[in-house]
């Protein structure tokens, strides 16, 4: 098995949701957590953004020691140089620079020309190499810059000293047979790209930011970036608990693995939506709250049979308790049942009969059916059942 190493951003790119906003405290909480989630790389803020986020970063780069901290940079000197003392006092320091590479951010953004670009990033990875060992190098908007000049910007990085070349797709634009292709053709074309690791950066604005993380790996990416329930920028990025959830499931496919604990994802997900106030969607793959929650008879049926006809993770994996048969009107008299014997009820036959046209009645009426409503209808039921 290959290990594919996880980059979260979920205190950098996931801080920039629109609307979030984490002090220090919350910022080193969340780092721990992704500590004890075992995460290889924590990208913990962009010092150079302002003294809060330069603090804020050096009290994770401090608190951390099972990981290595990283602080983003722009590919001037005065960021690289708040990013150093940022860096202060971490164990395993990494300094993540990016430069725009794509024609349109050349022409109105930068307003520079190839080679400048090439002279710009070359410069500051030159001038960051004197202070860090470890340089992660971005090309920007990487997914859509001409492939010949991202071989040529990821040759010109490993001969500068970069030690992680990452390949974003800034604005979500790829598809996953797309972007594999940028892998593939920089694992075959660029000299010296053995001596580096390959990383994916993936957003998603069209829905693909997961697939095209998976796509990335399947074409020799080494490692994934993104944040816990998929924050940040606009539609936010690749989800990490997917990524690790399906090199797990699928392991037979990938043949690659992460060192993340499962077992750490529900909890690691819950403390990052309490602390940046984003509410994770009911039906977010892994983490939403209707994950693991079957509400029709035929699906609530096969899973009182065999979890498996339902489920291909068990929720323990994650650290879940366990599944959720929700009562609503398409749940059936199976499932019901079960129900009313969770809840202490042993009824006969005849009287499971008629609660259970009086629940699917009330189901009707109401989208989903309480353990409350279940026994204020037995109640009801019992009084009014005759001898
Ligand atoms: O999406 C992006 O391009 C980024 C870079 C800074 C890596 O977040
Ligand atoms: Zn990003």
Redesign the pocket.
């Given at each position: 098995m290959r290990k594919i190493y996880i980059f979260d951003t979920t205190l950098r790119?996931g801080e920039q949701s629109p609307g979030v906003n984490l002090n220090t405290k919350e910022k080193v909480e969340i780092a721990l957590q992704l500590e004890k989630l075992g995460v290889d790389r924590i990208e913990a803020g962009f010092p150079a953004a302002s003294p809060g986020d330069l603090a804020a970063v050096n009290a994770v780069a401090r608190a951390i020691k099972n990981a290595s901290v990283i602080g983003?940079s722009r590919s001037r000197e005065q960021d690289i140089d708040a990013a150093r003392e940022a860096l202060q006092g971490a164990q395993d320091p990494c300094l993540h620079l990016?430069l725009a590479t794509s024609p349109i951010h050349r022409k109105h953004k930068l307003r520079m020309e190839k080679e400048q670009v090439l002279e710009t990033a070359e410069k500051a990875i030159r001038y960051a190499k004197r202070y860090f060992d470890k340089i992660e190098f971005?090309p920007?908007?990487a997914g859509r810059t001409e492939l010949d000049f991202l071989c040529e910007v990821t040759a010109m990085a490993i001969r500068a000293g970069a030690t992680v070349v990452?390949i974003?797709d800034?604005v979500g634009y790829m598809t996953p047979s797309e972007f594999g292709n940028i892998f593939k053709t920089l694992k075959n074309e660029v000299v010296g790209i053995e001596k580096i690791q390959l990383s994916a950066?993936c957003?998603d604005d069209l829905g693909m930011a997961t697939a095209n993380a998976l796509a990335a790996i399947l074409n020799g990416a080494d490692q994934i970036e993104g944040t816990i329930n998929g924050i940040g920028?606009r539609a936010g990025n690749t989800a990490i608990e997917e990524v690790a959830m399906t090199l797990a499931t699928r392991a037979d496919f990938f043949q690659a693995t992460t060192s993340l604990q499962l077992t750490e994802i529900a909890k690691t997900s819950r403390l990052v939506s309490k602390l940046t106030g984003m509410v994770v969607p009911g039906n977010k793959a892994i983490v939403g709250a209707n994950a693991f929650a079957h509400e029709s008879g035929i699906h609530q049926d096969g899973m009182l049979k065999e979890k498996t006809t339902y489920e291909i993770i068990s929720p323990e994996t994650i650290g879940l308790k366990e599944s959720k048969l929700v009562l609503g009107k398409h749940s059936g008299r199976h499932a019901f049942r079960e129900k009313l014997i969770d809840l202490g009820y042993e009824l006969e036959e005849e009287a499971v009969n008629v609660a259970f046209a009086k629940f699917k009645d009330l189901a009707d009426k109401k989208k989903d059916v309480s353990d409350e409503d279940i026994r204020a209808l037995l109640e009801e039921k019992l009084i009014d059942t005759p001898e």
């Open positions: 790119d983003l990016f971005s920007e908007d990452n974003p800034t950066h957003h920028e």
